[in-house]
């Protein structure tokens, strides 16, 4: 049987773009026969879920709060995903296995390549959820010098730094309150929810440097437009998505080359369809 489904996963799901980013590939790819679904899944509702999937799917994207609770249904996940103990992406291989891996790091880091930032001496990073230690797994591979994390309990502050003396990165933690610090930085990261950084907006220097916020909706934030008031450069959350979910394509479907800037152009015109 060909493999022609996939989807993703999560809860709540019902806002999700990756139906519109896959289904943007497989049009432009010729993959008429694919189909690309959501389905709302929570912990609980997983193993039964994974259970009843057949010869027919080829893959799955997995969002909150499934990236931890998959991995012990899985046949084995790639060093990627172990890094940062996450995975939002498997591969239902032809011999029958169930593969994991994560594209967010790599979907950091590609992000980041394709606006010019290859290397930095150093960096910032808002907040410390689940997205912080994959932004810090992305960091390990671009910058040379210290992470600064900003955070604002000292559990937080542990756990990142536990994640920085297990990912090879040089992690200094600071108190939320002193977060304005973070904008001096050539890189700063913002892993927050929807609001968190708008009092930060009027401390934005001016000759900024590069703020990727991986906020999508609404966009932009109070932060990202203040930041490109100032001279800085800005990458938003759905470059992160997009590039993730071109690596995701490419593992589901076996095609060697997703097509990135169709689903962009589908992206962006999901988002305006929504405001």
Request: aromatic share 6%; with cysteine.
């Amino acid at each position: 049987m060909s493999r022609i489904r996939a989807a993703v996963l999560g809860s709540p799901i019902e806002h999700s773009l990756s139906p519109v980013l896959h289904r943007a590939a497989y049009q432009e790819l010729g993959l008429v026969d694919w189909s690309y679904d959501r389905f709302e899944i929570d912990e609980a509702a997983l193993p039964e879920f994974m259970a009843g999937l057949g010869a027919e799917w080829a893959g799955l994207s997995l969002t909150m709060p499934l990236k931890r609770a998959i991995i012990p249904l899985l046949d084995g996940i790639s060093d990627t995903a172990a890094s940062v103990e996450a995975v939002n992406t498997v591969v239902f291989t032809e011999d029958g296995r169930r593969l994991g891996d994560n594209t967010d790091i790599p979907g950091i880091v590609s992000a980041l390549h394709e606006r010019g930032v290859e290397k930095v001496p150093s960096a910032a990073i808002l907040g410390a959820g689940a997205t912080a230690s994959s932004a810090l797994a992305a960091l390990s591979r671009i910058c040379s010098g210290e992470v600064t994390v900003y955070v604002r309990s000292r559990a937080r502050a542990d756990e990142m730094k536990q994640w920085g003396e297990r990912l090879g990165v040089a992690v200094r933690t600071a108190d939320w309150s002193r977060a304005a610090e973070a904008l001096a930085a050539p890189l700063v990261i913002a892993t927050t929810p929807a609001g968190t950084t708008d009092a930060l907006a009027p401390a934005v220097p001016e000759g900024a440097g590069t703020l990727f916020d991986v906020l999508y909706d609404p966009w932009p934030t109070a932060l990202a437009a203040a930041w490109s008031e100032r001279g800085g450069q800005v990458i938003g959350g759905l470059d992160l998505l997009v590039h993730q979910a071109v690596l995701q394509v490419e593992q589901m479907t076996g095609c060697p080359s997703a097509p990135l800037a169709a689903m962009r152009a589908a992206g962006e015109a999901a988002l305006r369809a929504r405001h």
